[in-house]
């Protein structure tokens, strides 16, 4: 079975900073990693995914993930925070057949 | 193309009572999901289908919980009787997955919020 953990559940960065969401899988098989985003009152939506190949993913709105086999993460990452990132994001994991698991999620908070 | 759709977007019940959600997924998506969202436990997959099949429920909570898909553009999550214990955001959601390709993107529906008094 497959497992993420994200550490911190709250993230506050001040606007233009550096963003950093830590994401650690646990999978038997290889994994499929994924980052999606969830604003309020609305489903999740995908941000980036790894799949295989390149292990530096980039995805929508800036945002990008590398997959650290011998670290077992998947941290995502933006260079420079803008306001509306603030929303809460989900690290998950899927194996082959598609029974993607999340992680408890990281608020992100952004300060003018 | 619509999203997938799913009804009511809030109920509010009283315990006891017979709680129906509803999800249309996206058309041509082979896979469907229901999640389910509390501030406790996070993002939960309580069972998905593919190809109307049901291919893992162990993430249902009980016996109260029941789901059916009896095709492709339709499925329902039952709660009979339903706790206070069960509101929560209920969360559809569909994919394209094809054999060999991994698992495709999730596409989520807006939930149905589920207050049971």
């Known amino acids: 079975a497959q497992s993420v953990t994200q550490l911190g559940s709250h993230v506050s960065v001040s606007e233009g900073a550096l963003v950093l969401l830590r994401c650690n899988y646990s999978?038997?098989?290889?994994?499929?990693l994924f980052w999606y985003v969830q604003y309020p009152n609305q489903g999740l939506q995908l941000l980036l995914k790894y799949t295989t190949g390149a292990t530096l993913v980039k995805g929508i709105n800036g945002f990008e993930a590398e997959f650290k086999k011998s670290e077992t993460s998947f941290h995502l990452t933006k260079p420079s925070a803008h306001m509306s990132d603030a929303a809460e994001y989900f690290c998950a994991v899927s194996g082959a057949v598609n029974d993607m698991r999340f992680g408890a999620g990281t608020r992100l908070t952004v300060k003018p | 193309d619509a999203g997938v759709i799913q009804s009511p977007r809030h109920e509010v019940t009283e315990m006891g009572q017979e709680v129906t959600l509803r999800c249309k997924p996206i058309?041509?998506?082979?896979?469907l999901f229901w999640y389910r969202q509390t501030m406790m436990r996070g993002l939960e997959l309580l069972i998905y289908?593919?190809?109307?099949?049901?291919?893992?429920d162990s993430g249902m909570p009980e016996d109260r919980f029941s789901a059916k898909m009896p095709n492709a553009s339709f499925s329902t999550l039952k709660i009979q009787p339903s706790e206070p214990r069960d509101s929560a955001v209920y969360f559809c959601a569909s994919s394209l997955d094809r054999r060999g390709a991994g698992p495709g993107e999730l596409f989520f529906g807006e939930g149905s919020r589920l207050t049971v008094l």
């Open positions: 999978s038997s098989v290889p994994p499929y």
């Open positions: 289908f593919n190809n109307n099949v049901p291919i893992d």
């Open positions: 058309s041509g998506h082979n896979s």
